[in-house]
């Protein structure tokens, strides 16, 4: 692991190898954080070992531009937030084609290098937020906000729906800095009533911090001077919802079959207990038998079996109160899934496991049973 980390930490150009290496690393971090995240020592034991191994690098100044955005990438890609050190140092920035910033050279950046990140997402936000969420953390944390800042106040739409992405990030100061973004989005004209809108939703998945805060601010001022435009999209119509049962961690997976004219895609969600929605995203299906195998397999390889919206509904507000009992905003994905979906009214709910089986019996029924017929039910319950 150790070696891995030096030997990508180091690398002064990108090639093959460079790209085995990372996918390498890649797999290794995310085991060990479905590990930790499962009590196991080892994982957690791994990811400190690897992460000491970083900041000796930055401390010996052996990381180099494009090092740093390969562990970037290696973490991200394992669902892990990077270590801080990796952020570039302003020598390092201002030798590199990155430097230095300010806030002027900060808006032609976003015009160069985001316009090519946008042409390459083919305008898709929640792409374009995949490849910046690789990226940024490359960069000092002050740096990073200030291009979060500057970005979300452009004019382009999909400015406006990075920014819903960049407020669910797991980092305290870059959902603070997506606010920021989004306010001044605001001040300058730049914020329609569609976005507005998904705000008001948004900001009940978000843990109660200055970000949330800022937002509060945003919507009230929104609705004093009153904002237009924006265009809702019509949701996709869904067909199939599987859900696998949730196993020893308290984990759950769902896969939604969905379909807009010619288009099709599913839609995946990863629920975890004490962590809330732990993933999100959406696989683009080419074809009707695409989209079926993908079913299939969740059908045949993990037990998953078919329920309704209503029950989808459910389970993602539970979810999203149970994430926010730790402080963690739900997956960055969700939005899109949400508006893809029409879930537009999800909020976070909190039940205690005696309220959750009462929701199964509303009226009663077993505790007016005797206890023998309580009984001769768990005896033939064998054979269900």
Excluded at 174 to 186: E, I, K, P, S
Excluded at 223 to 229: A, E, H, K
Excluded at 363 to 371: N, Q, T
Aim: contains cysteine.
């Amino acid at each position: 692991g150790k070696a891995l980390v030096r030997a990508l930490g180091g690398a002064e150009d990108v090639h093959d190898r460079i790209d085995d290496l990372l996918q390498i690393l890649s797999a290794a971090l995310e085991i060990a954080r479905m590990a930790q995240e499962n009590g196991q020592a080892r994982g957690g034991v791994l990811i400190a070992i690897l992460e000491e191994t970083v900041a000796q690098l930055a401390h010996e100044g052996a990381l180099s531009t494009h090092g740093s955005l390969a562990l970037s990438r290696a973490w991200v890609r394992a669902g892990l937030v990077p270590p801080v050190q990796l952020g570039l140092s302003e020598e390092l920035l201002n030798e590199s084609e990155l430097g230095p910033l300010d806030a002027t050279q900060a808006e032609a950046m976003i015009d160069d290098v985001f316009g090519d990140l946008i042409e390459q997402a083919e305008g898709d936000a929640a792409a374009l937020h995949g490849a910046l969420s690789e990226m940024l953390p490359a960069l000092p944390a002050e740096v990073r906000e200030m291009i979060i800042r500057t970005a979300l106040a452009q004019p382009d739409e999909i400015y406006g729906r990075l920014g819903c992405a960049f407020l669910l990030d797991p980092v305290e100061d870059t959902r603070l800095a997506a606010a920021q973004g989004l306010a001044a989005r605001l001040t300058a004209g730049n914020l329609d009533a569609e976005i507005a809108a998904q705000l008001v939703i948004l900001r009940s998945w978000l843990p109660e911090d200055a970000a949330r805060a800022q937002i509060d601010t945003l919507l009230r001022d929104a609705m004093r001077q009153g904002v237009s435009g924006g265009c809702v999209a019509k949701p996709w119509t869904v067909h199939k919802v599987l859900a696998t049962l949730p196993d020893g961690t308290g984990a759950q997976s769902i896969g939604i079959s969905v379909q807009r004219g010619s288009q099709r895609a599913m839609a995946m969600l990863l629920l975890k207990q004490d962590f809330g929605v732990k993933d999100a995203y959406v696989i683009p299906c080419p074809s009707a038998s695409d989209q079926r195998k993908i079913i299939a397999s969740l059908e045949t390889e993990t037990d998953a079996l078919p329920v309704s919206t209503g029950y989808l509904t459910t389970a993602l507000e539970l979810a999203l109160g149970d994430g926010l009992s730790q402080r963690l905003p739900p997956a960055a994905g969700l939005v899109e899934i949400a508006e893809m979906c029409g879930l537009t009214g999800l909020r976070p709910q909190n039940q205690t496991t005696a309220e959750l089986l009462a929701m199964l019996y509303p009226k009663g029924h077993l505790v007016e049973r005797s206890p023998q017929a309580r009984g001769r039910l768990i005896n033939t319950s064998e054979y269900w």
